[in-house]
């Protein structure tokens, strides 16, 4: 009889395995896209006892991408470890960014944050930055400098 060979089991590179599941690309999109606001009910009490229904618009929570991590049972940085070795994860969590940007500049444009949270916010957590712009036109500047010599 002839001998079967037996198949090699492939070796584990090293290291823990990583928790990586693709279903992970369609869950932190899913986890991001809410809709920026909520209609809430506010009962106002008056001093006289009277009380008056009404509602108003308030921001949903807004997301981040740590607890998106640690409702999967992993931390940020294995998120971006990742988007460096998954491309289809790093769209993913590209488009998750857009969605917690837009989320945070439509409840900031509605006034429904603190100007100064927002700004703060925005710079910390999104690609904005404050910027501001300064010319320097050094032609004008010198030529009037040198008027004054002849």
Known sequence: MAKMKKKAKKKHAGGRPSKYKKEY??????YF????????EVVTTFKNGT???SSEERPNHLKFLNKFARSIGVCHDTLIEWTKRHPEFSEAYTHA?????EHLITCGLLGLYNPAF??????????????????????TTLAEFLKEFK
């Open 25 to 30: 690309c369609e869950m932190i999109v899913v």
């Open 118 to 139: 927002a700004k703060f916010t925005a710079v910390n957590i999104t690609d904005m930055r404050d910027k501001t712009e300064t010319t320097h036109d050094v032609s």
């Open 97 to 101: 960014k857009e969605l917690q940007k």
């Open 51 to 53: 009380t008056r229904e």
């Open 33 to 40: 896209d809410i809709e920026p606001t909520k209609e809430v």
